[in-house]
T-cell receptor
Framework: AQTIHQWPVAEIKAVGSPLSLGCTIK??????LYWYWQATGGTLQQLFY??????VESVVQLNLSASRPKDDQFILSTEKLLLSHSGFYLC???????????FGPGTRLTVL | GEQVEQLPSSLIVQEGASVLINCSYT??????FPWYKQEPGKRLQFIID?????ERKQTQRLTLLFDKKTKHLSLHITATQPGDSAIYFC?????????????FGQGTILKVYL
């Protein structure tokens, strides 16, 4: 069975500090991977998606970047955090074009 | 780009009642519409979906209706239970050669009391 993990579970960071969030999928080769951001009490906004190693497409610009260094790994990062980056970050994968997405447990980020 | 609007923003009903959540989208290129449920402290969970070549889909207590002409969807939940309390999201998916973009509605908070 496929499993999806995210790390860390939560982070409290200072404005201007760097950030790296990770996502790993186990049990599925070449998954389509997605990063989402959810403001507190808000809707989900797709940030990035990747269909293969080394290839990442940006959906919205939030001063964040993403990379896919391995088939089963998706990294979200920034060199300088803003207050507006606070929120809930979700990683997801899907097995096909018309298929549901499976979401990870998320990372709660608080920027002070 | 695609915009998805979802109404109402919240619903409070007694157990056993039926509820209707409406969703509209703007981009006629959207072809796939999954719905998700977010319970407190739990992962976002898929509940039902429909493709643009269908008009209706039903699973257990959920019925999803799709009108391609008006770009409108509605999710009907019957015989609600306290366990149905969650935030419900509709979404619209546009396929691209390099992947798939998914746009979510604002969510509907459903609270079912005994």
């Amino acid at each position: 069975a496929q499993t999806i993990h995210q790390w860390p579970v939560a982070e409290i960071k200072a404005v201007g500090s760097p950030l790296s969030l990770g996502c790993t999928i186990k049990g599925k080769s070449s998954p389509n991977l997605y990063w989402y951001w959810q403001a507190t009490g808000g809707t989900l906004q797709q940030l990035f998606y990747s269909i293969t190693v080394g290839q990442v497409e940006s959906v919205v610009q939030l001063n964040l970047s993403a990379s896919r260094p391995k088939d089963d790994q998706f990294i979200l990062s920034t060199e300088k955090l803003l207050l507006s980056h606070s929120g809930f970050y979700l990683c997801a994968w899907r097995p096909g074009q018309y298929a549901e997405q499976f979401f990870g447990p998320g990372t709660r980020l608080t920027v002070l | 780009g695609e915009q998805v609007e979802q109404l109402p923003s919240s619903l409070i009903v007694q157990e056993g009642a039926s509820v209707l959540i409406n969703c509209s989208y703007t981009d006629s290129a959207s072809v796939y519409f999954p719905w998700y449920k977010q319970e407190p402290g739990k992962r976002l969970q898929f509940i039902i979906d429909i493709r643009s070549n269908m008009e209706r889909k039903q699973t257990q207590r959920l019925t999803l209706l799709f009108d391609k002409k008006t770009k409108h969807l509605s999710l009907h939940i019957t015989a609600t239970q306290p366990g149905d309390s969650a935030i419900y999201f509709c979404s619209a998916s546009i396929s691209a050669s390099s992947g798939q973009k998914l746009v979510f509605g604002q969510g509907t908070i459903l609270k079912v009391y005994l």
